[in-house]
């Protein structure tokens, strides 16, 4: 798997994808900042102009990572069947485990250096120009990132599953957002008549971070509790457990 692992990184530094990706998550913030600056140069009171109203836009919406996960690996690994690389891979002997861990590591790695990346260019932007007042600080966003970090791996993990089991990039697209997202809902909206399933619904990250209130006047992230920390690691965690094993046996009878 180490030789595989390497071929990849290999493969991935020579590809001007991750690169236009990365650069895509780095210019987003930044723009957003240069944006509430320029709106000072007119109006030098714009109350939007500031550090916590820029980093509420992502502290509040967690699930920003997940969606970060999903266009990464497809980015990365979209076209692997497409181009045959997959097929040629599984005819030099390396098993479908070692594929599927293979791609988790080098997600997982080029994830975490263009998230830091990323995130160090937001936050000097925002100081840099604007001004630095408001609940929502810095230090909010690091700490997201750090709660936020397991339920984005299940979802980096979720997307090189659909990726590799399903031929239409589409379809995988669409079965990814209904596990996170559309389902989520739909068992919110049904715990709100059933309490069994409410608990349950709301052990699921997508119906837990909708009542956050992070915005110009308050901070109040779920993480910043212990309870709401621990729903944050054990949701993330089951979903890795979860994805993974699913992973490992759905991919073990699918023809690659």
């Given at each position: ?39 000072t140069l007119s109006k030098p009171d714009y109350p939007y102009s500031t550090t916590s109203f ?168 779920i993480w910043d509790t212990t309870s709401g920390l621990g729903k944050c690691l054990i949701s993330g ?20």
């Amino acid at each position: 798997m180490f030789n595989y692992v390497k071929s990849e990184f290999y493969r991935i530094t020579h590809s001007a994808m991750v690169y236009a990706v990365g650069f895509a998550f780095l210019a987003a913030p930044t723009l957003i900042n240069i944006m509430l600056y320029c709106f000072t140069l007119s109006k030098p009171d714009y109350p939007y102009s500031t550090t916590s109203f820029s980093y509420s836009n992502v502290v509040s919406s967690p699930m920003i990572f997940c969606v970060a996960a999903l266009f990464l690996v497809f980015a990365l690994y979209e076209g692997n069947k497409r181009n045959g690389n997959l097929k040629n891979v599984v005819t030099t002997g390396i098993s479908r485990e070692k594929i599927f861990w293979g791609q988790i590591i080098v997600c997982l790695v080029t994830s975490a250096i263009i998230l830091i990346i990323t995130v160090a260019a937001y936050i000097f932007s925002a100081r840099l120009l604007l001004r630095i007042e408001g609940p929502v600080t810095e230090m909010d966003l690091i700490m997201e990132c750090l709660a936020v970090a397991p339920i984005a791996v299940a979802a980096l993990i979720l997307a090189i599953i659909v990726v590799m089991l399903f031929d239409k990039s589409f379809v995988g697209f669409i079965f990814w957002l209904c596990i996170l997202f559309v389902i989520p809902q739909l068992l919110f909206y049904i715990g709100s008549e059933v309490q069994p399933v409410r608990e349950i619904a709301m052990w699921l990250p997508r119906n837990f971070f909708s009542g956050m209130q992070v915005n110009q006047n308050v901070c109040a992230p779920i993480w910043d509790t212990t309870s709401g920390l621990g729903k944050c690691l054990i949701s993330g965690l089951t979903g890795i457990g979860v994805f993974g094993i699913v992973g490992l046996f759905s991919l073990r009878r699918k023809e690659l």
